[in-house]
């Protein structure tokens, strides 16, 4: 995995997909390893606002699987983030999370369920159809090499971007044409939103 700069077509149609569970946790960490004032919003938002200086971003979509409504106070800080990310243009896509019983301690458990899978199919089904030019992609989980690498099977661009720290293994050694992989921190280093 290599940290590049910039290099595709300039102001192409493009589209950001976001593995939402995967982002928000990925940037809670960040915030609090890097002991910023800063929220997870502040930080999709400089995101959005990098890759607008260098595409015609045509849909935004943010994947999330929604917490369980018996968590009262989780469930209504979710709604919140999610009500911002929507404000912002994000067409936001949910799934309701698994419940399962933690075989250890007997007590009720819930699982996220379908945010990759969803985001996978939706992500090809656009790229086949070529509703983009350039998929971009939030998220560092293994499970989107294979949606990537079919992306970039049926001839479209991909920039990847997440913190290094978490991000998946399975991307250290694409070395492709079309993929760019660019750390958050670098796209944020000269954002508004974030000051180090």
């Given amino acids: 995995m290599v940290d590049l700069v910039y290099q595709f077509l300039p102001h192409s149609k493009a589209s950001i997909f976001v593995d939402g ?4 946790v990925g940037s809670v960490h960040f915030i609090r390893n890097n002991n910023l004032d800063n929220s997870p919003t502040d930080i999709l938002f400089g995101i959005v606002n990098y890759y607008s200086e ?3 971003i045509e849909g935004m979509e943010y994947f ?11 469930y209504a800080g979710q709604s919140r983030y999610l009500e911002q990310v929507r404000k912002y243009g994000f067409l936001v ?3 309701l999370p698994a419940e399962f019983i ?5 007590s009720i458990e819930y699982k996220e ?7 996978s199919a939706r992500m090809t089904r656009l790229a086949a159809e070529g509703k983009y030019e350039t998929a971009i992609v939030i998220g560092g989980d293994g499970d989107l ?3 990537i690498m079919e992306v970039i099977d049926i001839g479209k661009n991909v920039e990847h971007t997440y913190y290094t720290e978490d991000l998946s293994h399975r991307f250290e050694n694409i070395l492709h044409e079309k993929y760019c992989f660019t750390t958050i921190r670098s796209i944020l280093s000269d954002s508004i939103f974030v000051t180090y």
């Fill in 64 to 74: 999330e699987s929604l917490a369980p409504m018996k968590d009262p106070r989780r």
């Fill in 113 to 119: 369920k379908g945010v990759d899978t969803g985001l």
């Fill in 145 to 147: 090499y294979e949606p």
């Fill in 93 to 95: 896509h949910s799934t």
């Fill in 21 to 24: 569970p995967n982002f928000y």
């Fill in 54 to 56: 260098h595409h015609k």
């Fill in 102 to 106: 933690n075989p250890y301690t007997g």
